[in-house]
């Protein structure tokens, strides 16, 4: 990690600095539930719609954190800190920007810069592989490229990076010209450009151009000869920039002469430079081939030797596979990351395990392969390694690899996969979230079918990967401004209440359902800070309502004074309810004839805020009932 003075910092983003320290920063955090070392951290208190950094200043202070950037308008009592920083801005989210921008402008390596309407994970994952031989590669990790991403990502930029590979996506108009101050990057890709995202923006034209606004720094400019808009939009706007492409026509800088589809892999005839070769992708989906054939493009373009990279090529796999989560043998949970093995990459996945873990109440291990081209010596690697394995609460370590095995002594290590399988009983693993994190040469797939609970022929299986599309189609038929709300209740019909919420929460939407106060609760205590609708309060339940922040439906003047009493007696204002109408569904709601007496009633109760108002439909789903459903 990089490492800056609170006094440079406070420069960068021409924050005011309070308080002294002679100590260097070289963490950033957003999120108190990932902070596991106060050495060196910075705590970024984002303000977002449904939380606000703020609130979380004086439980981490009292667990050592020391440097806080803070925004003017929130009033902190800096005499209540009194051995602690703060480098006060107007905005923290653009203050983090700035820092990261200053840190950028201290980097002199390649970065790549991807943007597009889909692909911009894959093809960032892709073409790490296919580079990681040749550079020590940083890269954004996983999906990280919002306005809070891409300058965290940046952040993971150090000293030993021979090449950075940041991607970037926006999904309102001018939030490109930010994400490009902070990347400057010195190559551009540009992966496709689809409909996603498309509600906040005019046109598609407006949206190119808005993507485009990444690329002005760049020199070089990858894409795909198919994208004839995006091409015919670069030229124009940048017609000194160089454009590299692929495609069948052989003007292309690689040049696709042939692909054959046979037991289920594609195999190519290609021609980089002059310089023909031969390869295979073990896929043939259209959008696989054309995700693939632009991180080979680029990776060329690089400098990759086409001979090593038609290895790599050939070896590629379905990026689904990060942190898939499992069922284990034993009551144990696998989360299998088993495509590749970088410091940044393990960072994230022991955060994931300890959130999973703790969620399920095991304790945590961890089975690691060798890692390559980190970019340190192995003293150093291996110091790194044990610092966050220590940090971040595993219990349980294993080593797979040569480099592991004469760290470790032979203690819980080995020097092959072969030789751990030879060696392990599944009696050996009870009750533990085991992260299996490897690189590919290792085939820790093996490793995760011996771990993995075997099923039964009929499976339930949940994609996510699916849910996401599916809300951000819904999302393009509605307004901008138009808010959603998930129900997840009766543990998301079957489905799992707390991995469906996260991944909701991920997705930004507003507001998730529950039956019950006890699912809210248990949401709560898992980490989801949504705001939860409860659609069957219950009077006892009041208390630890407020207490987890669990907003009521209200449906009878019985429940209404007794949220408002219970809302009295602890001393709190603004408290949001919701309100239910019946009109014609004749189960729960306040009738027409109560509207007066209810509105009078809230009047009084003026603690009480009213978030929403709505009713239950009788009949929508039958259009012989058309006519009664319009007049609800």
């Not at 022991?350 to 003293?379: C, P, V």
């Not at 901008?480 to 997705?507: C, P, R, W």
């Amino acid at each position: 990690m990089p490492q800056y003075s609170p006094q440079q910092l406070a420069s960068a983003c021409n924050g005011t600095l309070i308080g002294q320290s002679n100590g260097l920063l070289s963490e950033l955090y957003y999120d108190s539930r990932k902070m596991f070392s106060a050495q060196g951290a910075l705590f970024i208190a984002i303000r977002g719609a449904n939380h606000n950094g703020h609130h979380y200043i004086s439980a981490l202070y009292n667990k050592g954190v020391l440097a806080f950037m803070v925004e003017t308008n929130q009033h902190i009592t800096y005499s209540n800190y009194p051995d602690a920083l703060f480098i006060e801005v107007p905005n923290c989210l653009d203050g983090l920007q700035q820092i990261a921008a200053y840190h950028r402008q201290n980097i002199n390596v390649p970065v790549i810069a991807i943007t597009g309407s889909n692909g911009k994970t894959i093809v960032k994952e892709w073409l790490t592989r296919l580079c990681e031989t040749s550079f020590t590669t940083t890269r954004s990790p996983r999906s990280y490229n919002s306005q809070l991403g891409v300058p965290l990502s940046l952040w993971l930029i150090n000293a030993k990076t021979e090449l950075a590979i940041i991607e970037a996506g926006i999904s309102q108009p001018s939030e490109m010209k930010r994400l490009a101050t902070c990347i400057q990057p010195t190559i551009g890709i540009f992966t496709n450009l689809g409909s996603a995202h498309q509600e906040n923006f005019a046109s598609t034209h407006q949206k190119l151009n808005e993507k485009l606004d990444l690329f002005e720094s760049t020199q070089t400019i990858i894409t795909s000869a198919d994208n004839k808009v995006v091409i015919e939009a670069i030229q124009k706007r940048y017609p000194n920039k160089t454009i590299i492409t692929f495609g069948n026509d052989s003007s292309n800088n690689l040049h696709l002469n042939s692909q054959q589809i046979k037991d289920g892999q594609t195999t190519f005839s290609l021609t980089w430079l002059g310089t023909p070769f031969e390869t295979t992708l073990p896929f043939t989906d259209k959008i696989s081939i054309e995700n693939a054939l632009l991180a080979l493009t680029s990776s060329l373009f690089l400098g990759v030797n086409p001979v090593q990279a038609r290895l790599i090529f050939a070896d590629l796999q379905p990026i689904a596979m990060r942190l898939e989560q499992k069922e284990g043998i034993n009551n144990c949970l696998l989360i299998d990351d088993t495509y590749n093995s970088d410091l940044t990459g393990l960072a994230i996945a022991l955060d994931y395990l300890n959130q999973m873990g703790a969620h399920r109440g095991l304790s945590k291990t961890l089975i690691l392969s060798d890692i390559f081209q980190s970019g340190f010596d192995d003293k150093e690697l291996f110091s790194k390694m044990n610092k966050l394995i220590l940090e971040k609460g595993v219990e349980r370590f294993i080593g797979i690899g040569t480099s592991l095995y004469a760290w470790k002594n032979g203690v819980d290590a080995f020097k092959t996969t072969e030789d751990f399988l030879r060696s392990t009983k599944l009696s050996d693993f009870n009750n533990e979230a085991i992260l299996l994190k490897g690189s590919r040469s290792f085939s820790f797939e093996r490793i995760s079918e011996l771990l993995e609970k075997q099923r039964h022929k009929t499976v339930m299986e949940i994609n996510l990967n699916a849910l996401a599309n599916n809300l951000t189609y819904y999302r393009s038929l509605l307004n901008k401004d138009t808010k959603i709300l998930a129900m997840v209740k009766a543990f998301s019909y079957g489905s799992g209440s707390f991995e469906i919420a996260n991944l909701l929460q991920h997705q930004k939407i507003d507001y998730l359902g529950v039956a019950f106060a006890d699912e809210g609760i248990e949401l709560r205590e898992a980490g989801i800070s949504l705001p939860i609708i409860v659609m069957n309060p219950e009077i006892s339940s009041f208390s630890r309502m407020l207490q987890y922040e669990l907003e009521p439906e209200i449906y009878s003047f019985e429940i209404l004074k007794a949220f408002n009493l219970a809302v009295e007696r602890q001393g709190l204002n603004e408290v949001p309810i919701h309100l239910k109408i019946d009109t014609g569904m004749n189960r729960l709601g306040f009738l027409e004839n109560q509207i007066n007496e209810l509105i009078s009633l809230l009047h009084t109760h003026n603690k009480l805020k009213v978030s929403s108002v709505f009713s239950h439909l009788a009949g929508s789903d039958d259009a012989q009932h058309d006519t009664f459903t319009l007049q609800q």
